[in-house]
């Protein structure tokens, strides 16, 4: 379709591995972000990125999340030695501009055994 | 630091009846406020509030944002089961570019 679409759907890994979480934002879109949601903190940004910027600029001061954007409507988020706190749904979003509504994929449910 | 609050955190109504969802902010070079329901998958898009006192309306699902006490309110009218979901409020600052901050979202359940 030609929504945002995130994979993969579930994935399970052991503390201290890295991960990655793929995005196919909508085409044309030049503003891409990730979230995080979890049960106690809500909804949190992660990363974001613009335009043609490959690099994300992140959201939060753990350096363990980056995201890269190979292409412009494709970002994949990478996980670092992760920990049981990072077990969460993330969510990617891209807009058309600043001032447009960002539209979701369908996350990637993650669990750090 | 910038804060979204949502309220009521849950809310369980019968079909037909009326619910207003509340969402207040304090947030620095706010620019604008977003509404999304999200049922098993994905945030989906309602409403973007920007100017003050303008309601939006689509369908039975309605808001409208207050920028000098620094709230939004969501209604639905005539609820159906299908509106169970969580409603997420989100606010959208002029710096940062563009990111959301979300509030705890509102779970509605409508029972029939």
């Known amino acids: 379709g030609a929504g945002v679409s995130q994979s993969p759907r579930y994935k399970v890994a052991k503390r201290g591995r890295d991960v990655a979480l793929r995005c196919d934002s909508i085409?044309?879109?030049?503003?891409l972000y990730w979230y995080r949601q979890t049960l106690g903190q809500g909804s949190e940004v992660l990363t974001y990125s613009q335009s043609d910027a490959q690099r994300d600029k992140s959201g939060r001061p753990s350096g363990r999340f980056s995201a890269e954007r190979p292409e412009r409507s494709v970002s994949t988020l990478k996980i670092q030695r992760t920990e049981q706190g990072d077990s969460a749904v993330y969510l990617c979003?891209?807009?058309?501009?600043?001032?447009?509504?960002?539209?979701f994929g369908d996350g990637t449910r993650l669990s750090i055994l | 630091e910038d804060k979204v609050v949502q309220s009521p955190l849950s809310l369980v109504v019968h079909e037909g009846d009326t619910v207003t969802l509340n969402c207040s902010y304090e947030v620095t070079n706010f620019r604008s406020l977003l509404w999304y329901k999200q049922e098993k998958k994905a945030p989906t898009f309602l409403f973007m509030l920007?100017?003050?006192?303008i309601e939006k309306k689509s369908g039975r699902l309605s808001s409208i944002l207050d920028k000098k006490e620094l709230f939004s309110i969501l209604n639905i009218t005539a609820t159906q089961t299908g509106d169970s979901a969580v409603y997420l409020c989100a606010a959208v600052k002029e710096t940062s570019g563009s990111r959301l901050t979300f509030g705890e979202g509102t779970q509605l359940t409508v029972n029939p």
């Open positions: 085409s044309g879109h030049v503003t």
């Open positions: 920007t100017s003050s006192g």
């Open positions: 979003a891209s807009s058309q501009g600043c001032n447009q509504p960002q539209h």
